[in-house]
């Protein structure tokens, strides 16, 4: 493998060589518009440091032409509006993408705009702290990630690594990882992994192509009104649309997967920009090939497709459909000699076949007198999810437990956004029907149920926004209400959640930030579908889960490119769910392969999350970008006691982050991820129930807490080299993860005593298996633009 790579390094440095003397230029496009979506025309964009640049025509379309390929930051401003910028793009001699601008109406004249407020670094009024936003040239080459958009947004602030760090859970500021919602292009997403586990949100690999995305948002607070659900986290993901001028593509390779991704316009006439536009991808894993070659057990197989297609019908209304899928199956085949960890692997793996499909349709109406929006979307969602456990696997008989559910979602969403002197009013309202079923087979606990149920979810929000003082004190005040058919405690006025945010600038550059606020969370599917073997749906009577949030910060601007800040948090945890079988809270579960939440549950356990947090953001800026971020917090939890709080498997207290990168000349780049938590409680496995029932592995939820994982750090770093021709640009990777050869912590494995040749040792008692030292992980990859 080193010699391969040794290979790759000096093919590179050859063909960099032979390409220096072939500079091609190129013209790139996009648009200004302000906060409503009307274009401003007469706006100047330019690239800093160059003196190429544009207006926008009476459209708000621009064109920069003659650029030399490579990375630039992009500046928009306009007299009366905050200028932007759009640091660390990437112009290529083919698949450069529109790079738009919305630009804010300020109060103050041009020439104040630009010494005090140009070109910061900025978040929405309505959560003005607790937000990250990630660029897709960000994502794009963020090192260890694989081009996984959920592994990128683990390295974000305040989220903790999964335990063995391999899953893409988000678990935020002490949180469970089911407490995170997903929303595309303002579409909610409830799977965005291979391999979900089904009633959380985790999985071992994202399902969103990074091809398709313009930014990436993370809020770990001061949730929008208009978002359902979240109890630790919102991730936004804004996808770009399609190229409208010609048709494009790119071809992706990496270490476990290849994916193609094709757009352009559609009914393009002759020398005109169509107004409609597609972008598709289909992306195939071939991490089963390469483990069997190698000789690993294990099968993963999947496939993902995502689309989105957009359609300006006039000047004042435009359609966008969007879609994305994926098909999974996870299997394990008995590796040829004996080996005892893979063997435990082979016993203890389940089987996963998983289908998922996203489709919707969003139509925006700008109102023609300019005084705001509508948003209507209408989609569908649906899992299946075949979950399987045997006591013999390599024949696949002997079913220990059984889990055969299928969830569709039908949802509509209003949203209007409406401006009146200054004043920013959102209203709006969602409503979902719900359909699940589910056949079960769980022998260890004897219950055997089929259910089905469907009933209808529905909410009203409203969010009113205001600056006072010069624009240096920004409120914000929402609210929202839920409820539904189906559960027996709730009422709108019962989950009546009011938040309210406010930014303060006290002095040039600095400013104080705060949010209160209460959220809410329906319980999952597989807790209300839950029968007894007396097929009573137990769970009916099941709360919503309630968290409040403060929050106070401190933030303050080095350079228009740079800022730190300092956060402390608070979140109270009421109405958790906590599992009647184990007496632990289900925040402690949900981080691995399993069905979370299939059991009686009674809604009474409390909790409570608490920290600071230190971040420091730079912009690139002087061929330099990076983010660093340490995160100090306790994370505890009660289960039918709630006088008693216990440490959770996610209460690491100490958690560090840093993601950066240099771009040198000659379009080569270097980048590194480094992630460190501290030690973490885990759940013993309680042995005697464990050799009578294995291969499942029983943990006894007493003894959480009584000893905890090692610390996790890990240590990541990619080098980029891109070339343009005429024709194509390719981007060739290496990376390599965890460098430093750390171990990554887990629980103790444990297989069946075996003796040399595999035969299990009579009587059978339990082995611990060996885990191996932390392995360095090579791998490269291929980006190819035509």
């Given at each position: 493998m080193y010699g391969s790579i040794k290979s790759i390094l000096i093919i590179g440095l050859l063909l960099s060589v032979a390409n220096t003397s072939a500079q091609v230029s190129v013209s790139?496009?996009?648009?200004?518009?302000?906060?409503?979506?009307?274009?401003?025309?007469?706006?100047?964009?330019?690239?800093?440091?160059?003196?190429?640049?544009?207006?926008?025509?009476?459209?708000?379309?621009?064109?920069?032409?003659?650029?030399?390929?490579?990375?630039?930051?992009?500046?928009?401003?306009?007299?009366?509006?905050?200028?932007?910028?759009?640091?660390?793009?990437?112009?290529?001699?083919?698949?450069?993408?529109?790079?738009?601008?919305?630009?804010?109406?300020?109060?103050?004249?041009?020439?104040?705009?630009?010494?005090?407020?140009?070109?910061?670094?900025?978040?929405?009024?309505?959560?003005?702290?607790?937000?990250?936003?990630?660029?897709?040239?960000?994502?794009?080459?963020?090192?260890?990630?694989?081009?996984?958009?959920?592994?990128?947004?683990?390295?974000?602030?305040g989220v903790s690594p999964s335990i063995g760090g391999f899953r893409n859970d988000l678990i935020i500021r002490g949180g469970a990882p089911n407490e995170t919602v997903y929303y595309l292009d303002g579409m909610e997403i409830p799977n965005i992994n291979h391999f979900a586990t089904q009633g959380s949100s985790g999985g071992p690999v994202g399902l969103i192509n990074v091809s398709f995305i313009d930014n990436v948002t993370l809020s770990t607070s001061a949730f929008n009104a208009r978002y359902d659900n979240p109890l630790s986290g919102v991730l936004q993901f804004q996808q770009r649309n399609g190229n409208a001028r010609n048709f494009a593509g790119n071809f992706r390779l990496s270490a476990s997967e290849a994916a193609l991704t094709l757009e352009g316009p559609l009914f393009k006439k002759e020398g005109e920009v169509s107004k409609t536009t597609f972008l598709a991808s289909v992306r195939r894993s071939y991490l089963q090939f390469l483990f069997q070659a190698i000789g690993l057990p294990i099968r993963p197989d999947y496939w993902d497709y995502q689309y989105k297609i957009n359609h300006e019908l006039d000047d004042y209304n435009t359609l966008t459909f969007l879609g994305l899928g994926s098909i999974d199956d996870f299997s394990v085949s008995p590796p040829e000699e004996f080996d005892e960890e893979q063997q435990a692997q082979v016993e203890q793996t389940p089987f996963i076949k998983q289908r998922t499909n996203t489709m919707g349709v969003t139509w925006r109406n700008r109102f023609k007198e300019g005084n705001g929006?509508?948003?209507?979307?209408?989609?569908?969602?649906?899992?299946?999810?075949?979950?399987?456990?045997?006591?013999?696997?390599?024949?696949?008989?002997?079913?220990?437990?059984?889990?055969?559910?299928?969830?569709?979602?039908?949802?509509?969403?209003?949203?209007?956004?409406?401006?009146?002197?200054?004043?920013?009013?959102?209203?709006?309202?969602?409503?979902?029907h719900s359909d699940y079923s589910n056949a079960t087979n769980d022998i260890r606990n004897n219950l055997v149920f089929n259910t089905e149920i469907d009933f209808v979810k529905y909410g009203v929000f409203a969010n009113v926004t205001q600056s006072f003082l010069n624009d240096k004190l920004d409120l914000s005040f929402g609210f929202r209400m839920d409820d539904d058919t189906f559960t027996q405690n709730e009422s709108l006025l019962s989950t009546f959640s009011p938040?309210?945010?406010?930014?303060?600038?006290?002095?040039?550059?600095?400013?104080?930030?705060?949010?209160?606020?209460?959220?809410?969370?329906?319980?999952?599917?597989?807790?209300?579908?839950?029968?007894?073997?007396?097929?009573?749906?137990?769970?009916?009577?099941?709360?919503?889960?309630?968290?409040?949030?403060?929050?106070?910060?401190?933030?303050?601007?080095?350079?228009?490119?740079?800022?730190i800040s300092v956060e402390g948090f608070y979140k109270r945890y009421d109405d958790y769910p906590v599992s009647v079988r184990d007496g632990v809270s289900l925040a402690n579960k949900g981080g691995g392969f399993e069905v979370l939440g299939s059991e009686p549950i009674e809604t009474v356990g409390k909790g409570r999350s608490y920290g600071a947090e230190l971040q420091f953001q730079q912009k690139l800026?002087?061929?330099?970008?990076?983010?660093?971020?340490?995160?100090?917090?306790?994370?505890?939890?009660?289960?039918?006691?709630?006088?008693?709080?216990?440490?959770?498997?996610?209460?690491?207290?100490?958690?560090?982050?840093?993601?950066?990168?240099?771009?040198?000349?000659?379009?080569?780049?270097?980048?590194?991820?480094?992630?460190?938590?501290?030690?973490?409680?885990?759940?013993?496995?309680?042995?005697?129930?464990?050799?009578?029932?294995?291969?499942?592995?029983?943990?006894?939820?007493?003894?959480?807490?009584?000893?905890?994982?090692?610390?996790?750090?890990?240590?990541?770093?990619?080098?980029?080299?891109?070339?343009?021709?005429?024709?194509?640009?390719?981007?060739?990777?290496?990376?390599?993860?965890?460098?430093?050869?750390?171990?990554?912590?887990?629980?103790?494995?444990?297989?069946?005593?075996?003796?040399?040749?595999?035969?299990?040792?009579?009587?059978?008692?339990?082995?611990?298996?060996?885990?191996?030292?932390?392995?360095?992980?090579?791998?490269?990859?291929?980006?190819?633009?035509?």
């Open positions: 790139f496009y996009g648009n200004v518009k302000d906060n409503l979506g009307e274009p401003i025309g007469g706006a100047s964009v330019f690239l800093e440091g160059t003196a190429l640049g544009a207006q926008t025509d009476f459209d708000g379309n621009y064109e920069i032409r003659g650029v030399v390929p490579g990375s630039y930051n992009l500046i928009a401003s306009y007299l009366g509006y905050g200028s932007q910028t759009q640091f660390n793009i990437i112009v290529r001699s083919k698949g450069t993408p529109n790079y738009n601008f919305r630009l804010e109406v300020v109060a103050e004249q041009l020439d104040e705009v630009v010494l005090s407020n140009a070109n910061v670094i900025t978040r929405p009024k309505e959560t003005p702290l607790s937000t990250q936003t990630l660029s897709a040239v960000e994502i794009a080459t963020y090192p260890g990630s694989n081009n996984d958009v959920v592994q990128v947004a683990q390295t974000l602030p929006y509508m948003l209507t979307t209408l989609s569908n969602n649906t899992l299946s999810n075949d979950f399987t456990r045997y006591s013999d696997p390599v024949n696949e008989a002997g079913v220990i437990f059984g889990n055969d559910a299928r969830e569709s979602e039908t949802k509509l969403r209003y949203e209007l956004t409406q401006f009146y002197d200054g004043w920013k009013l959102s209203t709006g309202l969602n409503m979902q938040r309210m945010s406010a930014s303060y600038e006290f002095a040039p550059d600095w400013r104080v930030n705060g949010s209160v606020g209460r959220y809410f969370k329906i319980p999952p599917y597989t807790i209300l579908g839950f029968r007894n073997n007396a097929d009573e749906l137990i769970n009916r009577n099941a709360a919503y889960t309630l968290s409040d949030h403060l929050v106070l910060g401190l933030q303050h601007y080095f350079a228009p490119s740079s800022s800026s002087n061929n330099f970008y990076g983010i660093f971020a340490y995160t100090w917090f306790y994370s505890e939890f009660t289960g039918f006691d709630t006088n008693t709080f216990i440490p959770s498997v996610w209460d690491s207290r100490h958690l560090v982050s840093f993601v950066g990168g240099y771009k040198f000349n000659n379009n080569w780049e270097l980048s590194s991820r480094y992630r460190f938590a501290g030690r973490t409680p885990f759940v013993p496995a309680d042995l005697d129930a464990t050799l009578t029932n294995y291969p499942e592995v029983v943990l006894d939820y007493d003894r959480l807490g009584e000893d905890k994982l090692d610390i996790f750090s890990s240590l990541d770093v990619r080098l980029d080299k891109k070339w343009n021709f005429e024709k194509f640009a390719l981007n060739l990777f290496i990376e390599v993860q965890n460098i430093l050869g750390q171990n990554n912590p887990s629980p103790p494995d444990y297989g069946l005593n075996r003796d040399a040749s595999g035969m299990v040792v009579q009587p059978r008692t339990l082995a611990i298996i060996e885990q191996e030292a932390g392995s360095v992980i090579p791998g490269i990859g291929i980006v190819i633009d035509f």
